[in-house]
């Protein structure tokens, strides 16, 4: 029998050492045709700014920026949901605007200012869109709650700036901020708990506050 | 996904020069399709150009009265210009059609006009599929084609092209212009740009190896209304079945582009005479070679009345 201790690896471990496997192999079936000094250049030295503090990291190129965030900053607050630009769960803000860190490479991003969810706020001192979101129980299991609160603060911004969007009726009128239009423009962002209508109370009240 | 190398581009002649001049080279501007389809392995670049940085993400009038949108200009800036809104309102309307807030925050004009089908057997590497593997078969023929193309389609491939604002620049005659590996430029009208799957389904467009689209360029404005309409399975946030870009005068003339339902944006100039006839006489020329399956035969049907409600919404 196996002892209780051997089972006491965590899940986060194991996954780290299962990708470090497959790391190792493919390092392994490249060398069969490629130089040392091409095997090197697939990796690059980034250098950006993470929540305000200036972050270098030497990456793998096929590191998206939510891999970046997660595996190697250990900012696991912004969740990783489909990997493929269908959930949002991913949602960061790059230079102040919102985009998947699921569909994008780290090294794209050289000395742009990326801000997550732990950016945003921490406890004692949460982001006003934060402590709505826990005043309107915007949420029920979480896991959506980082990508939708940093995608609803850059939304707002988007508002502001005029930014038209599909229910817009009058493309010429200044944008407004109403249930359609909030809806709409998180749409981008799934819940599969179906927690939509209170995160539209919870945002509708921060975008009030703001006007 | 297989390892690549990387390098940023900060010239247009350096980029498509490195794309033309290195084997298995891809240009990645939002990425939001490329890396989607790297991480299954249907694309498989060995060196990536990012061309990020090349300063074509301006919009500018030119001589002729239209604008030159770059390359480079994101969906959502694209969408949200005062010039766009006012003078080419079917276009601001199809790019926020399409996609999230999210994604248009990085998709790109260039990149939009280049995203592959989204044919569910192209997304999956287990089954047979022409596109993604000439010669194999298309499963989309005898599966579930139900989003896939009625018209423009062949025996090998029956995609259809996903893309919102191409239907709209379509309908506008946009001119795509590109510089080649060896710097020469060239202007390819968005009619031409996409081909029709013929025997080569993998074949997409007309653009050479490490050719680099730089703008794509509107003539003037068209005076009328503009209508963009995008029937899909929920109302934000999906493909379109059917989608429609209109401009439509007072007299009931106009430009009609279908969207969802080739592997092209559709455009019949012909069909699009009998539009003071109503949208029956449009659609039966429009569709008058269509060949749907059985499951998405109901398109046949979804495009008249679509057309339908956008002259209604045109003469209201
Ligand atoms: C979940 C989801 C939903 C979506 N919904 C919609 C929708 O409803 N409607 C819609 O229209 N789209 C939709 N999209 C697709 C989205 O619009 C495209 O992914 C995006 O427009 C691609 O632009 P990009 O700049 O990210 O391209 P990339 O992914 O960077 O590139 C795409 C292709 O274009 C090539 N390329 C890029 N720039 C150039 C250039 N300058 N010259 C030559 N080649 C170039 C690349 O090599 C690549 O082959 C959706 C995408 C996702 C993930
Ligand atoms: S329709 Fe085209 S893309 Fe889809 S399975 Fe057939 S060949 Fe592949
Ligand atoms: S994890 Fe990025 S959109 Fe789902
Ligand atoms: S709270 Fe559970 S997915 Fe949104």
Same mark, same amino acid.
């Given at each position: ?16 050492? *299962? ?74 803000? &790059?230079?102040?605007?919102?985009? %998947? ?13 990326? =801000?997550? /969810? ?78 939509? !209508? %209170? ?13 | ?10 010239? /247009? ?84 059609? $399409? ?17 592959? =089908? ?26 579930? *084609? ?12 029956? &995609? ?13 005659? &946009? /001119? ?47 005076? $009328? ?17 059917? !989608? ?32 003071? %006839? $109503? ?16 499951? %998405? ?20």
């Amino acid at each position: 029998m196996q002892s209780p201790g051997a089972l006491e690896i965590s899940r986060r471990d194991l996954l780290v050492a *299962s990708a470090a496997t497959v790391t190792v192999a493919s390092t392994a079936s490249l060398s069969h045709f490629q130089t040392s000094t091409a095997a090197a250049s697939q990796s690059t030295k980034i250098s950006f700014t993470v929540n305000g503090e200036r972050r270098e990291l030497q990456l793998d190129n096929r590191t998206t920026l939510l891999d970046a965030l997660r595996e190697h900053l250990h900012l696991t607050g912004t969740k990783k949901g489909c990997d493929h630009g269908q959930c949002g769960a991913c949602t960061v803000l &790059a230079d102040g605007r919102r985009v %998947n860190a699921c569909l994008t490479l780290a090294v794209m991003h050289e000395g742009e200012d990326i =801000t997550t /969810i732990e950016g945003l706020g921490q406890p004692g001192s949460l982001h006003p869109m934060q402590a709505a979101f826990v005043e309107h129980d915007g949420f029920q299991c979480g896991y959506c709650t980082p990508g939708q609160i940093c995608s609803s603060v850059a939304m707002l911004e988007e508002i502001k700036a005029n930014i038209p969007s599909h229910v817009t009726g009058d493309l010429l009128a200044p944008a407004e901020v109403t249930p359609a239009e909030i809806r709409e423009r998180m749409s981008g962002n799934i819940c599969r708990c179906g927690a939509y !209508s %209170n995160i539209v109370e919870a945002i509708t009240e921060i975008a009030g506050r703001k006007a | 996904m297989r390892a690549f190398s990387y390098e940023r581009a900060s010239t /247009i002649e350096a980029a498509a020069k490195a794309a033309a001049s290195t084997d298995g080279a891809k240009f990645i501007a939002g990425g939001t399709n490329l890396l989607d389809l790297m991480k299954l392995e249907i694309e498989t670049p060995t060196h990536l150009i990012d061309v990020n940085r090349l300063g074509v993400d301006r919009i500018e009038p030119t001589p002729e009265g239209g604008l030159r949108i770059g390359a480079l200009v994101r969906n959502t800036d694209l969408a949200a210009d005062e010039r766009i809104r006012r003078d080419y309102a079917v276009l601001a309307r199809a790019l926020l059609a $399409g996609a999230s807030g999210q994604l248009r925050n990085r998709a790109t004009t260039a990149g939009n006009l280049l995203q592959r =089908t989204r044919c569910p057997y192209f997304y999956d590497t287990s089954q047979p599929c022409n596109k993604r593997q000439p010669g194999s078969g298309c499963s989309a023929l005898s599966g579930f *084609s139900r989003q896939l193309a009625v018209v423009g389609v062949s025996d090998a491939c029956i &995609a259809n092209h996903p893309s919102d604002m191409a239907v709209a620049m379509r309908a506008l005659d &946009a /001119i795509v212009e590109t510089v080649r590996s060896d710097g020469t430029t060239r202007s390819v009208p968005i009619a031409d740009l996409h081909r029709l799957p013929g025997d080569t389904p993998h074949i997409e467009h007309v653009l050479e190896r490490g050719e680099l689209i730089t703008a794509v360029v509107l003539p003037k404005p068209l005076s $009328g209304k503009h209508i963009y309409r995008k029937v899909r399975d929920r109302a934000s946030y999906a493909f379109a079945l059917v !989608s429609i870009a209109a401009v439509v005068l007072p007299d009931g003339t106009g430009r009609v582009a279908v969207g969802g339902i080739a592997p092209k944006p559709w455009r019949d100039e012909a069909a699009e005479r009998e539009l003071p %006839n $109503g949208a029956r006489a449009v659609t039966a020329k429009l569709l008058a070679n269509a060949r749907p399956t059985e499951q %998405n035969a109901f398109k046949m049907a979804l495009v008249e009345r679509t057309l339908s409600a956008v002259l209604a919404e045109a003469r209201g």
